[in-house]
């Protein structure tokens, strides 16, 4: 569980409960009506902008902001100098019987075009159509919750002026007026709350989620050219720690680049 994802949804509602409750304007931000025309309106839109299967599968994606994601570069790092090794000493059809152990189909793919005995820049040219292919695919679905995002304030405007509609037409009550306006401006608060505490964020984690993948995916393609093109397992270390962090590079260093 990414704990970071928790603590930005509960922590950003208790702070605006905390400071409505200050303001003394708490009781009044419960409004089931606004909610609806808020929320509801919002992703109903969305049927019209992108297709059913995005529009319904758009929960599943946002779970994704709660789990942790780790691609273990470390790993791929010390898995491709023990391959090169291998490489280098037994050759290249040596690496056949490790193929299938590796979990990553993309990886798996690549080295078995490196044994097949595929040129390099076929390699390269299906590799990187591949992972173009996979960040497009990424890039629409974070698309599709900026879109919610965008349409989220357009319809708590919506749900202000349905309210103020109301009022207007019972302007004979000036009691009532204050209340009114204040139901009135709800929907507001919901849809500026639905695009600044969730939608954005939520957004934006996807896309790093996406560039973190990417980095990994991006590591493997000069991984797998880096046997193909039977590179020294030192030079590929040092090509591949370039992706790490500095924390994580001074971890791994003393391990794969001994003398």
């Known amino acids: 569980m990414d704990i970071a994802s928790f603590i930005g949804i509960f922590g950003g509602i208790a702070v605006v409960a905390f ?12 409004h089931p009506a606004s909610m609806f025309i808020t929320m509801g309106g ?9 297709p059913l299967s995005y529009t319904i599968g758009i929960f599943k994606v946002v779970a994704r902001v709660f789990k942790v994601t780790d691609y273990g570069e470390k790993a791929l790092v010390q ?41 390099g820049e076929a390699i390269r040219s299906l590799m990187e159509n591949e992972l173009n292919q996979m960040e497009e695919r990424h890039n ?17 405007m919506l749900g202000t ?9 019972n302007l004979d009550d000036k ?18 709350l639905m695009q600044n505490w969730l939608l954005v964020p939520i957004a934006t984690k996807l896309m790093y989620q996406n560039n973190m993948e990417v980095k990994s ?25 370039t992706y790490l962090t500095p924390s994580d590079r001074k971890s791994i260093e003393a391990e794969v680049l001994k003398d």
Do not use: H
């Not at 599709?144 to 965008?150: E, H, P, S």
């Open 161 to 169: 002026v349905i309210g103020l509609i109301g009022m207007l037409l």
């Open 175 to 192: 009691s009532a007026l204050g209340p009114n306006m204040a139901t009135a401006l709800v929907t507001t608060f919901y849809g500026s």
């Open 79 to 119: 898995r491709f100098v023990a391959l090169s090794e291998k490489s280098r000493r037994a050759g290249l059809l040596a690496l056949e019987e490790e193929i299938e152990d590796f979990e990553d189909p993309f990886m798996r793919s690549g080295l078995r075009n490196v044994v097949d005995g595929i040129d």
């Open 19 to 30: 400071g409505a409750i200050l303001g003394g304007s708490a009781g009044g931000l419960i």
């Open 140 to 156: 629409t679905w974070i698309s599709l919750v900026n879109a919610w995002a965008t349409l989220a304030p357009g319809f708590g």
């Open 42 to 50: 919002s992703y109903m839109c969305l049927f019209l902008t992108y």
């Open 217 to 241: 995916k991006e590591m493997i393609i000069e991984g797998v050219l880096g046997i193909q093109a039977g590179d020294n397992p030192r030079i590929l270390a040092q090509r591949l720690i």
